[in-house]
T-cell receptor, first 115, second 116 residues
Framework: AQSVTQLDSQVPVFEEAPVELRCNYSSSVSVYLFWYVQYPNQGLQLLLKYLSGSTLVKGINGFEAEFNKSQTSFHLRKPSVHISDTAEYFCAVSDFFSNDYKLSFGAGTTVTVRA | SQTIHQWPATLVQPVGSPLSLECTVEGTSNPNLYWYRQAAGRGLQLLFYSVGIGQISSEVPQNLSASRPQDRQFILSSKKLLLSDSGFYLC???????????????FGPGTRLTVL
């Protein structure tokens, strides 16, 4: 099974500043990659996903992520954050060859945007 | 479009009492269904998943069980709750089919369970 490491548990950032959330996964086999956002007391919402094709993936709310196979990374970025981006962010991975349809999640990164 | 419902939204139960949480999906057929738990300060833990009616796979041995009595209904149960069962329970679904799309999971709003 894949293991997913989100390198930062907490990321404080000022409004309108850029943010990068780092995600690394364990296996070099073909994978599918996802980023989810969770606002307080809500379920997870899909931000973006990489299945194939271009390694730069654009998602909702101005977020984008870049898949780097050699570094087994899928870092999430936003050039200018808003107060409303305060949330917890989860990186998730599934194996291309897996038949169990399960995702491996990272521990999450809490982003706090300050004015 | 597809929607997923969970109820109740919040629940406070005494230790030793039974539990039933319900999840239903609309707008899709034969979805894969999942139950997750988020305990305070911990990540997402997959509890059960189902690829069809009556087909349940358990990920973690514990005092919880799951059932899928209908195609788009997934129920999480317990006969006797423990303090450690407190947490935020999330239901999710995915569409079986092409690799990649079947791995994309969509989450419900969650149920906050407090066991006292």
């Amino acid at each position: 099974a894949q293991s997913v490491t989100q390198l930062d548990s907490q990321v404080p950032v000022f409004e309108e500043a850029p943010v990068e959330l780092r995600c690394n996964y364990s296996s070099s086999v073909s994978v599918y990659l996802f980023w989810y956002v969770q606002y307080p007391n809500q379920g997870l919402q899909l931000l973006l996903k990489y299945l194939s094709g271009s390694t730069l993936v654009k998602g909702i709310n101005g977020f984008e992520a870049e898949f780097n196979k050699s570094q087994t990374s899928f870092h999430l970025r936003k050039p200018s954050v808003h107060i409303s981006d305060t949330a917890e962010y989860f990186c998730a991975v599934s194996d291309f060859f897996s038949n169990d349809y399960k995702l491996s999640f990272g521990a999450g990164t809490t982003v706090t945007v300050r004015a | 479009s597809q929607t997923i419902h969970q109820w109740p939204a919040t629940l406070v139960q005494p230790v030793g009492s039974p539990l039933s949480l319900e999840c239903t999906v609309e707008g899709t057929s034969n979805p894969n269904l999942y139950w997750y738990r988020q305990a305070a300060g911990r990540g997402l833990q997959l509890l059960f998943y189902s690829v069809g009616i009556g087909q349940i796979s358990s990920e973690v041995p514990q005092n919880l069980s799951a059932s899928r009595p209908q195609d788009r209904q997934f129920i999480l149960s317990s006969k006797k709750l423990l303090l450690s069962d407190s947490g935020f329970y999330l239901c999710a679904w995915s569409v079986p089919g092409l690799a990649g799309e079947r791995d994309t999971q969509y989450f419900g709003p969650g149920t906050r369970l407090t066991v006292l």
